[in-house]
């Protein structure tokens, strides 16, 4: 059979307003979206829960078709009806027995003559009232205002009702089946009247005559008049009912087919979806299982486009109870579920390995729960909102171990982590050790005190496995800041540290008895300071890496030395004066820690036997050029070689005398020129201080002696000039002349000689 074609039509016809007032708040709250029915999780909308939109036919409305009635005869005159003259009383007659209830509502119909209208005039009827409350055979049955009845062609009728309204929650219609016998024709018995009802997504197919509806009493009547059995159900908003229908609603098995694409292939009880059923959703997710009152529960399964699948129990139209939720990737979890969330005993299983196992509370882990990573990482212990919080152990496949509190997924509060090289065990924040802590290092060395961000920082005490201690300020895991360090076998030190080295100002004592206090830089004395032997020797100056370097003074405690000046890498080099324990003075030029280059040597200064060197020095010793004063006031000028006179000098001495020429070990030694206290002049030989070879002799009385000597004494022989030009040539021996000799008198026209022997 057709449908009729003009039915969607004259369903937007006239009357089709929006519901007015009440009746649309009604339908308004009972909103659950009948074309779809279930909710994201846990919905599954009963079959009359209410409208969405607010297009009328959506709203509330019911629409019933008349399909076309099968016409082998050509006589078209009356419409279908019969004649006009016919009265009310013989259609009634023509009743079967058993159609008690049609009867008993026909007789409370206006008269048939009042109901006919002309097939050609097609007259629409507008139903401007609500129809009464219509006999007790169809009890909670009203029909809302702006429903109307359209005469259409062929003489079907359709009612379009804008609303219709349940009430006290139930629609209760007949239950006869079969023919009023009021066609024209017996043949036309068994047409077919559909009625749709999109609010409560019930379809049910009733059987009529074709009747034009003149009176709203009739068109409410025979609209309403629905059978129990098989049916095909069209709602007003589009969606089709194909099943099993009691007492007008889907009762049994029957498929749902709704306008967005939804669909329900399943069990339904009073109109709505009970039992077991699926529903399909235009998104491609799907239901398989129970259903109760409209809602998923009981057993299911619902998978999605995405492929995940959950398979379990469900209460009240969410996953609640023992389930399953596999993902496509082949995550899957599996225990208990509460509203739709994960609630109870739960075990969680990723596809690349990771594992959970314990408690669940609304969709997250709480409570004591094990945890197993893919990278073999394994954690036991307390969990809130899905993170692990509270005592627990995890344990690392490199063999790293935690035990203590967490918060937040992060190591914190006290606890103990063990690495294959170490064991922390003090204080965690967020993760990092932070507070007061000890780690022990599997070589024996340990580390107690502050941390800041997984890092010592602040106070503590490091022991080294050498028997080396350190206790003091940290940064960054580094000595740094005011510390004491002891080095076994060496010393310790007192000071300040930069990264972990001797950096600043800071005191060294070392076991030997040394001791150096001043400047350091990373780790070597650089700076100021003074550095003090057990010996009792002191510097104090400038040091260049651990070296005395620069300006400083040198003390020799036992010796009573005293040097300030310049030193060069621990040595004495540069201009600096030397205080010696005997009271000597040097100033002057220093290299390789002794006397080098030009300086002043005083002895005993400030005494009457003070003496002054000026001059070269090499290795500490007189060399080179050098003025020598005595304390007797004898003034050596000359050439020195190694702390002796030695070479041409200048000896003057206090008296007068004077000595010029060559020095050999401290004594005149060599050609030299002398000039005596008492006037004599001597120039010759001399050895090892002595007149002693040839020289000349000249005494104050202007003798000249020219000849040999032997130890400032004129010895062999020789010549004697007077000053008168006289010469006498003989022999002298140790001072004396003896033999013969010889003698040049030079007389002048005027001289007198005198003659004497052996004398002049």
């Given at each position: ?5 003009a ?8 009357g ?6 009440p009746?649309?708040?009604?339908a308004?709250r009972?909103?659950?979206g009948a074309?779809g ?13 209410g409208v ?6 959506a709203a509330?409305?019911a629409?019933v078709?008349?399909d076309?009635v099968?016409d082998?005869?050509d006589?078209?005159?009356d ?6 003259s ?9 009743l079967p027995d058993?159609?008690a209830?049609?009867r ?5 119909l206006p008269?048939l003559?009042?109901m006919?209208?002309?097939e050609e005039a097609?007259v629409?009827?507008?139903l401007?009232t609500?129809?009464p409350?219509?006999?007790s055979?169809v ?6 205002p702006?429903?109307r ?10 009612l379009?009702?804008?609303a219709?309204?349940v009430a ?6 007949w239950?006869?089946?079969?023919d009023f016998?009021?066609?024209k024709?017996p ?12 609010a ?14 003149k009176?709203k009493e ?6 309403l008049?629905?059978r129990n059995g098989?049916?095909?159900?069209h709602?007003?908003g589009?969606a089709?009912?194909d099943?099993?229908v ?5 009762h049994?098995?029957?498929v ?11 069990s339904w009880?009073m109109?709505i979806?009970?039992g077991?059923g699926?529903?399909?959703h235009?998104d491609?997710?799907?239901y398989r299982g129970d ?8 057993r299911?399964?619902?998978t999605y486009?995405s ?10 139209g969410?996953m ?8 496509p990737n082949g995550d899957?979890y599996d225990g ?5 969330m994960?609630h109870?005993r739960?075990e ?7 594992r959970f196992?314990?408690?669940c509370?609304?969709?997250k882990a709480?409570g004591?729960g094990?945890?197993t990573?893919a990278t073999g990482?394994v954690y036991k212990?307390e ?5 692990r919080?509270?005592?627990g152990?995890v344990?690392?496949?490199?063999g790293t171990k ?6 937040r ?6 606890g103990r ?7 922390y065990e003090?204080?965690?924040?967020f993760g990092t050790r ?7 290092l599997s ?5 107690e005190?502050?941390w ?6 602040g106070e503590g005490?490091?022991?080294?496995l050498?028997?080396?201690k350190y206790?003091g ?5 580094q000595?740094?800041g005011n ?15 930069w990264?972990?080295?001797?950096h600043?100002?800071?005191?060294m ?9 001043g400047?350091?830089d990373y780790?070597q004395?650089h ?6 032997w057990a010996n ?7 040091f260049?890496?651990d070296?005395?370097h620069g300006?400083?003074t040198f003390v020799?405690r036992a010796e009573?030395h005293?040097?300030t000046?310049?030193f060069?890498?621990n040595?004495?080099r540069?201009q600096g004066?030397m205080w010696?324990g005997?009271?000597?003075i ?5 290299s ?5 280059g030009?300086?002043?040597?005083t002895?005993?200064?400030?005494t009457l036997i ?14 080179g050029?050098g003025?020598?004063v005595y ?11 190694k ?5 041409h000098?200048v000896l ?10 060559e ?5 005149r ?14 120039e010759?030989?001399?050895?090892n201080?002595?007149w002693?070879g040839?020289?000349?002799l000249v ?8 000849g040999h000597f032997h ?10 000039t007077?000053p ?10 140790l001072?004396?002349?003896v033999?013969?000799?010889k ?6 026209p ?6 004497a022997?052996f004398?002049?």
């Open positions: 059979m057709r449908h009729c074609a039915a969607p039509a004259a369903a937007r016809g006239a089709g307003g929006r519901v007015p007032g009746t649309r708040e009604r308004g009972r909103d659950r074309e029915g279930s909710r994201e999780e846990g919905g599954g909308g009963r079959g009359g829960d969405r939109g607010e297009d009328l036919e509330l409305g629409v078709r008349v076309e099968p082998d005869d006589d078209d005159d419409n279908g009806m019969g004649d006009e016919k009265t009310k009383e013989a259609r009634l007659a023509k058993n159609f209830s049609t008993r509502l026909l007789e409370q008269s003559s009042e006919m209208v002309d097609a629409e009827v507008e401007q609500g129809f409350v219509l006999p055979s009890p909670h049955i009203s029909i809302l702006n429903a009845a359209v005469n259409t062609a062929h003489a079907h009728m359709r379009v009702s804008a219709m309204e006290k929650g139930e629609w209760k219609a239950v006869d089946r079969g016998g009021l066609a024709r043949k036309e018995r068994y047409n077919r009247l559909r009625l749709y009802h999109d409560l997504e019930d379809v049910a197919e009733i059987r009529s005559v074709a009747l034009r509806a009176s009739a068109a409410a009547s025979y609209a008049i629905i098989k049916a095909i159900m709602f007003n589009g089709v009912y099943g099993w009691v007492n007008g609603k889907p049994g098995k029957g749902m087919q709704y306008p967005g694409g939804a669909r329900y292939d399943g009880n109109g979806r009970s077991t699926t529903f399909t235009p491609g997710r799907v259903w109760r009152d409209g809602q998923r529960h009981g299911g399964e619902l486009p492929g995940e699948r959950y398979e379990g129990e469900w209460h009240l969410k609640h109870g023992v389930g399953r939720l596999t993902a899957v208990e579920w509460q509203k739709g994960y109870g739960c969680f299983r990723k596809a690349n390995g990771h196992v314990g408690r509370e609304n969709g709480v004591m094990v945890a990573m990482e212990g969990w809130k909102d899905d993170r919080h509270g005592r152990v344990t690392f496949p490199d935690y035990v203590g509190m967490f918060d997924g992060a190591f914190h509060g006290r982590l063990t690495n294959p090289g170490s064991t003090g204080e965690f924040r932070t507070g007061h802590g000890v780690l022990r070589n024996g060395e340990v580390y005190g502050m800041e961000g997984g890092r010592a920082e005490t490091y022991y080294y050498s028997g080396n206790r300020a940290w940064h960054m895991s000595k740094h510390g004491e360090y002891w080095r076994r076998g060496v010393g310790r030190y007192v000071g300040n540290f990264n972990g080295h001797v600043g100002r800071g005191i004592y070392w076991d030997s008895g040394d001791s150096y206090r400047r350091w780790n004395r700076g100021k300071g003074t550095y003090v009792g020797n002191s510097y104090s100056g400038d260049v890496r070296d005395a300006f400083g020799a009573l005293k040097y000046g310049e060069y890498k040595v004495k540069g004066t010696y005997d009271g000597n040097y100033v002057g030029q220093w390789r820690d002794q006397r080098n030009k300086g002043t040597f002895y005993n200064p400030g003070e003496e002054t060197y000026e001059g070269d020095f090499v290795n500490g010793r007189r060399h050029r003025r020598y304390h007797d006031g004898e003034v050596y000028d000359g050439a020195w070689v702390g002796t006179r030695h070479g000098g003057t001495r206090k008296d007068g005398s004077r000595y010029e020429g020095f050999y070990l401290d004594r030694h060599g050609y030299g020129e002398e000039l005596t206290a008492d006037g004599q002049r001597y010759g030989q001399f050895n201080g002595d002693h040839e020289g000349v005494d104050i009385d202007g003798n000249k002696y020219e130890q400032n004494k004129k010895h062999g022989p020789a010549v004697l007077m008168n030009g006289n010469q006498f040539r003989g022999t002298w021996y001072g004396q002349q033999g013969h000799g003698f040049k008198l030079l007389v002048g005027s001289h007198r000689v005198d003659m022997v004398g002049y």
